[in-house]
């Protein structure tokens, strides 16, 4: 029963924490494309890691991710005042590389595959 409330407690704070940087940070620096892809939030409900998955050309990503990690105590103040939890947890922003080691995978996978199509004919 409690892995169920703490699942349930992960999903709600990444879709408020979503929401509150899709729509509520008004920072110039935020140029690429976020995505919230994971919270975990400690069993004592003291910390969340929220991982970010960023679309854009290096400079921006590195922007954006120093916007990002500057606006944490915003961030955490309207978890506070949206999700009602014994602690407001302390927001700890980690980058998310699965989704690009993902498609650089399957880059290779494509190679692989035209190089034996190659080799067929």
């Known amino acids: 029963m409690a892995k169920y409330r703490g ?3 992960n999903e709600e ?3 408020e ?3 509150i940087i899709q729509n509520e940070i ?3 620096r935020l140029t690429a494309m976020i995505s919230v892809t994971k919270v975990d939030v400690t069993k004592d409900l003291r910390y969340a ?3 970010i998955s960023l679309f ?3 400079d921006s990503k590195k922007s954006t991710l120093d916007a990002l990690k500057s606006s ?3 961030i955490r103040r309207e978890v506070g005042h949206r ?6 947890p302390e927001v700890i922003i980690e980058l998310d590389n699965t989704i690009e080691h993902g498609m650089h995978i399957d880059a290779l996978l494509e190679q692989i595959k035209e190089k034996e199509n190659h080799d067929n004919e």
């Open 13 to 15: 704070v990444r879709k």
């Open 49 to 51: 890691k929220v991982y």
């Open 17 to 19: 924490v979503s929401n």
């Open 72 to 74: 944490v105590g915003f």
């Open 7 to 9: 699942n349930r407690i």
């Open 83 to 88: 999700i009602s939890l014994r602690y407001t």
């Open 26 to 28: 008004r920072d110039p």
């Open 56 to 58: 854009g050309n290096e």
